[in-house]
């Protein structure tokens, strides 16, 4: 499993080399389009002038302009315009980390260690933490530009993505008439909202209520469907053999994020640059990251682990239950 | 010039229930290109191909499956897929308003803008208890056959709502350790914290621009007229080398002196 993206963090003179790992993991279920015969369907591109398939190589970007004519931008163009400087993430402003506004926040990453960095890395960690602050940047990355926050948690330094300000809307556009006009809302009114809100006080969120109820469902469906044995086709595994079973990667990145950031204590540094690309993730270690992991783990994720390891009759099991079995399997 | 809403709701915590109307919160500013043929310049059609036969399928023939193994699908028909839809509703129910620390940045993800759907005094009122309160609504509903959950948060005297992930999406860092090693240097440890503090600026980061995307517009625009594509270079400063404290000392110079000696690093 490879990082998401390697670069630098420079910070006065300082630089951090670090590897960028997704702090979220895809969830759900994805489904694929099928054709009726159970055979997954590929996308291609027609060219509706010729009425031919067009291969990649012949495709190009185009931006099109007001009068319907395009303008053609080749990918060394685009490139081009996003010179090597650019893609390092250069923290030359920090921000009270408490200012950071919930609806601006975008994406998450984990920051790990690469090369021989990891005192610089704890050093930025540790001063943005005892600080209360965190770094605020913009860096490109893959053709687009990025406005990022870096953060520091336990040591353990976050990229979040922000959305820049003219992608927020302004609420007196939108038409939203303006806070508090004029003398506000009679006084009896708001104690009655103020008492419907410390009726419902609570002292924290419950993960168990942060589920995709969606995904729970479509579980269950495909859960009967596929202990029936019903509509369940067999295809030839497609030739690039490389689709992506969604459930099992969750392990994967976890495994790839903790030994880069182990690799990091082990050394001192990534030995080479390559920490994180050396551990497959893969491999005869998935009882020892179930070991590690049950700790926190929702029903959800639990429900994925024992699918991975085959765990018979999952889908009837409690939490508990499945801790049990994974444990068992372990 | 007055957006319109997306969807209507009536907000429902414990007996009381204010009626609303949400609106993005946010704009999509991206750059959008087609993908062209490059012979002739047309843009060119997606179709859904089966790999075996060549033949693009129809959308009504074609079916769904989730990959339970390689090669293996479970097919799911319309009913199957009706009966996983959630039940449509116009409620969103509030369970309950927790301290906004307990709502982890990660978990949020797009934001609505509440506004009040007729009269508007219920709206100014919870606004106004909410604000006063110091807490976030949890809240859950169903939008366009989707579930949601959601923060209800005060926004400058109004009401927004950010929708919020599913837990098992964002990986905890409970799960990490954080890399160690030798206790840091207290000396080194005091310069970082010094620079980050010396760094530190205003929390508006409204003058942060896609300038990226700015370039790519100027290209547009000139190759639109024929010009030739000027890239005018990015400058940034090169990260000097030496031992970590002596990087920090200079770092701390320079920041101290306004940054105005940045061209000779």
């Known amino acids: ?44 591109f027609v060219c509706p002038k010729e009425g031919r398939e067009v291969p990649r190589e012949e495709i190009v970007r185009g931006y099109e302009l007001d009068d319907g004519r395009y303008v053609v931008l080749e990918d060394e163009e685009l490139e081009a315009l996003a010179p090597e400087r650019s893609r390092d993430i250069d923290l030359r402003r920090f921000v009270d980390r408490d200012a950071l506004d ?14 021989d960095s990891a005192k610089a ?55 939203l008439p303006a806070a508090d006009e004029g003398k506000g809302p009679p006084a009896k009114d708001v104690k009655r909202f103020a008492a ?8 924290g969120i419950d993960r168990a209520e942060l589920v995709d109820r969606d995904a729970e469902r479509l579980r269950e469906v495909l859960e009967a469907k596929a202990e029936a044995g019903e509509d369940v086709v067999e295809v030839e595994p497609a030739a690039e053999g490389g689709r992506v079973v969604p459930i099992g990667d969750h392990v994967d990145l976890m495994a790839a994020i ?30 020892e990251r179930l070991a590690d992991l049950t700790a926190d783990l929702t029903k959800d994720e639990l429900y994925a682990r024992a699918r991975e390891a085959g765990v ?13 079995a994974l444990g068992a399997q372990g | 010039m007055a957006a319109r809403a997306i969807w209507k709701a009536v907000l429902r915590l414990g007996e009381a229930s204010v009626p609303v109307k949400l609106y993005s919160a946010v704009e999509d500013r991206g750059v959008h290109f087609r993908l062209l043929h490059a012979e002739d310049r047309v843009p060119v059609e997606q179709k859904m191909v089966h790999p075996g036969t060549g033949e693009p399928v129809p959308y009504e023939e074609t079916r769904r499956g989730w990959e339970a193994e390689p090669g293996t699908f479970v097919v799911l028909d319309d009913e199957d897929l009706a009966a996983a839809e959630p039940e449509a509703s116009r409620e969103v129910e509030i369970t309950r308003f927790v301290p906004p620390e307990t709502i982890d940045h990660r978990w949020y993800d797009r934001p609505y803008f509440l506004g009040p759907d007729g009269d508007a005094t219920a709206y100014a009122a919870l606004a106004r208890a909410l604000a006063a309160s110091g807490r976030e609504g949890v809240a859950r ?29 964002v990986i905890s860092a409970r799960e990490l350790d954080a890399p160690s090693g030798r206790k840091l240097d207290e000396r080194e440890r005091k310069m970082a914290r010094q620079l ?50 002596d990087v920090l000392e200079a770092s701390l110079e320079q920041a101290k002196g306004g940054g105005k000696r940045r061209k000779s690093a």
């Open chain 1, 1 to 44: 499993m490879r990082p998401f993206w390697s670069g630098t963090i420079s910070f006065g003179l300082v630089s951090v080399p670090v590897a960028l790992w997704p702090a979220n993991r895809s969830g759900g279920l994805s489904l694929r389009m099928l054709a009726p015969d159970g055979t997954p369907l590929e996308r291609r």
């Open chain 2, 196 to 245: 980050v503090a010396a760094l530190a600026g205003d929390d508006d980061l409204s003058a942060f621009r896609d300038e990226y995307r700015d370039r790519v517009l100027e290209l547009v625009a000139a190759k639109a007229e024929g010009k030739a594509a000027e890239v005018k270079p990015i400058r940034r400063r090169k990260a000097s080398k030496g031992s970590l404290a």
């Open chain 1, 312 to 324: 018979p009759g999952r889908s009837g099991m409690t939490k508990a239950q499945l801790l049990r």
């Open chain 2, 141 to 169: 509903w169903t939008m366009r056959k989707k579930s949601y959950l959601g923060a209800l948060v005060p926004e400058d005297g109004r009401l927004a709502l950010v929708t919020l992930r599913p837990a098992a999406e």
């Open chain 1, 121 to 175: 890395y704890r050093l930025l960690a540790a001063a943005m933490e005892e600080e209360g602050k965190a770094g605020v940047a913009t860096f490109v990355m893959r053709g687009k530009e990025y406005l990022v926050a870096i953060l520091a948690e336990d040591g353990i330094l976050r990229a979040e993505t922000l959305r820049f300000a003219d992608e927020v809307r302004d609420p007196e556009a939108i038409g």
């Open chain 1, 196 to 203: 419907a809100i410390r009726e419902l006080h609570a002292s």
């Open chain 1, 258 to 287: 903790k030994a880069s950031l182990e690799g990091a204590r082990a050394g001192g540094g990534g030995r080479g640059g390559g920490g994180p690309r050396r551990e497959s993730g893969k491999g005869g270690r998935a009882a």
């Open chain 1, 102 to 115: 919930p609806a601006f926040f975008r994406r998450a990453y984990f920051l790990t260690p690469a090369g």
